[in-house]
């Protein structure tokens, strides 16, 4: 069974950098294609970005593509969602999903219970 686990929550200022991280036990990312999630304060949960298990293929939503990057280092099983400068409406809840066998795009309209894997998730504050 695998197990996700998000890192680098916490209190950012804005225009800060902000990097999260989910790291996976008990079983090997590479065969999966990886998802990052958000849920703001008071609203549902958004899909943000994924990544093909290989890396050579993203899929994003639409109003955080080239604001935030999606990598994957299958060596660390270790997914990264980053933003060079964080904004106060990225606070949220970040969770990290895993779908065997599924292209990116599959990701953003996926039920929450056809995920393989979910992390806790991780608690992001960015102030102003």
């Known amino acids: 069974q695998v197990q996700l686990q998000e890192s680098g929550g916490g209190l950012v200022q804005a225009g800060e950098p902000l990097r999260l991280s989910c790291a996976a036990s008990g079983g090997s990312l590479s065969i999966y294609t990886m998802a990052w999630f958000r849920q703001a304060p008071g609203k549902g949960r958004e899909f943000v970005a994924a990544i093909s298990w290989s890396g050579d293929s993203e899929y994003w939503r639409d109003s955080l593509k080239g604001r935030f990057s999606i990598s994957r280092d299958n060596a660390k099983n270790t997914v990264y969602l980053q933003t060079d400068r964080a904004q106060v409406d990225d606070t949220a809840v970040y969770y990290c999903?895993?779908?065997?066998?599924?292209?990116?795009?599959?990701?953003?309209?996926?039920?929450?219970?056809?995920?393989?894997?979910w992390g806790p998730g991780t608690r992001v504050t960015v102030s102003s």
């Open positions: 999903a895993a779908k065997k066998y599924r292209a990116p795009q599959d990701m953003a309209d996926m039920p929450p219970g056809d995920v393989d894997w």
